[in-house]
Each structure stands twice: as structure tokens, then as C-alpha cells.
Nanobody, 123 residues
Framework: QVQLVESGGELVQAGGSLRLSCAAS???????MGWFRQGPGKKREFVAA????????LYTDSVKDRFTISRDNVGGTVHLQMNSLKPEDTAVYSC?????????????????WGQGTQVTVSS
């Protein structure tokens, strides 16, 4: 059984940084992982994803050059380093696991989801 638990979300000022973590139980090192977010009154959207080996990453355009996804397959953890945060980054951030090795931008490609962690960026 796969379980995903996010942490690291908090209130931060614009321009600040946060590092989100997703602790995964089960054989999660075999699979691609992703981060999605849902802002107030918005649909959930793709943020970043990483392949099983960690050698391929995808980002949505609005976070490129500001966010970095990484993974520690020994510890079963995926991280999202977020720099230069903007108020529009305010959202609940959720990690997700895909049932194969390759990252994807599409929610429907992911099989397991965490509960999410709140990130609030004040202006």
C-alpha cells in the first residue's frame, strides 16, 4: 500500500523560499512522482514531476527557474524547492505517484495522492 505524506508548507513573504517534502511508503522508488497545486477557487494544476531515476524533470512554465524537484530514492522522499515565491503560488500542494517510470503533466496519469500541504505567500 502506497502512502504519501507532504510537509513543509507554511506562510512566507513574497520573494522567500520553502522546501516541501513528500514522504512515501511502499516501493515508491520504482515510480515517477509529481507535485500538483490547487489555489483558492482554482482547479488543481501541474507543478513539477520527476522520473524514477531522477534524471528527467518536467515543470510548468510559471515555476521554471524558481522551483526544483528532486528525489531521494534511498529515503523514499521527493522534494520541491521553491524560491522567489509569489502570491500567486499560494495553494495546497500535493504530491502524487505514477504507476510507471516516466513523469507526466496530467493528473489522470497518477495513481496515488497525498493529502496536501498549505503554502501561503503574502505580498
Amino acid at each position: 500500500q502506497v502512502q504519501l505524506v507532504e510537509s513543509g508548507g507554511e506562510l512566507v513573504q513574497a520573494g522567500g523560499s520553502l522546501r516541501l517534502s513528500c514522504a512515501a511508503s511502499g516501493h515508491t522508488s520504482l515510480y515517477a512522482m509529481g507535485w500538483f497545486r490547487q489555489g483558492p477557487g482554482k482547479k488543481r494544476e501541474f507543478v513539477a514531476a520527476i522520473s524514477r531515476a531522477g534524471d528527467t524533470t518536467l515543470y510548468t512554465d510559471s515555476v521554471k527557474d524558481r522551483f526544483t524537484i528532486s528525489r531521494d530514492n534511498v529515503g523514499g522522499t521527493v522534494h520541491l524547492q521553491m524560491n522567489s515565491l509569489k502570491p500567486e503560488d499560494t495553494a495546497v500542494y500535493s504530491c502524487a505517484l505514477r504507476g510507471n517510470s516516466w513523469p507526466s503533466r496530467y493528473e489522470s496519469d497518477y495513481n496515488y495522492w497525498g493529502q496536501g500541504t498549505q503554502v501561503t505567500v503574502s505580498s
